[in-house]
């Protein structure tokens, strides 16, 4: 059970008043002695005498007691980042068991609760079996059906919605994410007019600072997005191999023209590899080994940058604000040392099969992961 304040609280609340114990005890109808093994954590007042003492000190019984039922963003985002160094540092039954216990703690704390699904989903693959990985996933699964259920907050359920569906996909299950999306995902709703609506709202009242905020912050969510996309296309549309090369020609058009490897190396590392895994599978080793280059480079600026979550630069300048109010700000979902690790894992690809004797790939493992690549 996590230690409460309730001892070290009641001392300092009663200094506050400038009270003595004996006035205290008074007040409450108890004898100075009791108030003395409070304060001292011997015993603990009886449960029907903490509203009064609550009340007597202007405090929520909570408060009282030391008992944090939500926690601010900023404190999300110290608890996320303990966290996810957990998983780099200690055993992973002992990092589960540590984000299992703060849920426990805070588990009416839906946007803390709904970051733990997003910690479980960005580390459950580092569980040594197949079983263990399910389990993760699918506590997952009900820390979002306990946010939808319980949860007021429109932006909160909506991204434990998401959330839900992706954590369907990985547990095998794409018939529950088409139910779960189907309703809310039609590119034709109206909703996904609400961003140039907003923007005309916000010219209209002379708000031009918040107008020109969010327009940049949309596009820069948009610039993402549509890589992201085209990482999608990729992957369903692997073997039609004409398809994806206008693809990469175009979005590589795309990311030159915004500078995505230094303004997103994450996302951009993330198409190199897609573009260099359909290149592999359709053997154009040539292009695969160059796309790997690419994807080599943008992982080096993201292991060696000083700041590896989201940011702008000159041309996205406005995008402070608004990085401020995501839940984890501008931190990355996952510790460098775990990227560090996972790379080994990504270029033993089976797609990879044909390149892993060719000396160029061999050069890139070992810059890439600090040893030689297994035979």
């Not at 007021?152 to 954590?167: E, I, Q």
């Not at 030159?256 to 230094?262: S, V």
Request: aromatic fraction near 8%; proline fraction near 3%; charge should be negative.
């Amino acid at each position: 059970m996590n230690k409460l304040n309730l001892s070290e609280n009641m001392i300092r609340l009663r200094h506050e008043k400038k009270l003595t114990q004996e006035e205290l005890a008074d007040f409450l109808g108890v004898t100075k002695a009791s108030v003395s093994k409070w304060e001292k954590g011997i015993n603990t007042p009886d449960l029907l005498l903490l509203p009064q003492l609550a009340s007597f000190y202007d405090v929520t019984v909570d408060e009282l007691i030391g008992y944090e039922a939500q926690l601010s963003g900023e404190q999300i985002r110290r608890q996320y980042a303990q966290l996810s160094k957990n998983f780099a540092d200690i055993s992973f039954s002992d990092a589960v068991e540590k984000a299992r216990s703060l849920a426990h703690k805070y588990y009416a704390c839906y946007p803390f609760l709904l970051q733990l699904c997003i910690l479980y989903w960005n580390h459950y693959m580092l569980a040594e079996t197949e079983e263990e990985r399910g389990q993760l996933l699918t506590e997952a699964v009900g820390w979002c059906d306990r946010i939808l259920e319980n949860c007021s907050d429109v932006g909160v359920c909506s991204d434990a919605l998401a959330l839900k569906a992706g954590l369907h996909l990985q547990l095998g299950k794409a018939a529950e994410a088409i139910e779960e999306l189907e309703p809310s995902a039609d590119p034709g709703r109206l909703a996904g007019q609400n961003g140039t609506l907003l923007v005309q709202a916000y010219q209209m009242t002379g708000q031009s600072d918040k107008a020109r905020s969010y327009t940049q912050v949309k596009q820069y969510l948009d610039l993402i997005n549509l890589v992201s996309d085209a990482i999608l296309s990729l992957s369903v549309n692997e073997q039609e191999i004409q398809k994806c090369e206008e693809t990469i020609r175009r979005i590589r058009g795309l990311m030159e023209l915004y500078q995505m490897e230094a303004l997103h190396p994450n996302m951009a590392a993330q198409f190199y590899y897609q573009s260099a895994t359909v290149f592999a599978v359709n053997g154009r080793e040539e292009k695969a080994l160059e796309a790997l280059s690419h994807f080599e480079r943008c992982v080096g600026m993201l292991l060696n940058a000083e700041q590896i979550g989201i940011h702008g630069d000159k041309y996205f300048d406005l995008l402070d604000a608004w990085i401020e109010r995501l839940p984890l700000g501008s931190a990355p979902p996952r510790d460098a040392g775990l990227i560090q690790q996972s790379l080994r894992g990504a270029l033993m690809h089976p797609a990879f099969e044909n390149l892993k004797q060719t000396d160029e790939f061999q050069r890139i493992v070992q810059r890439l992961t600090g040893g030689e690549e297994d035979a």
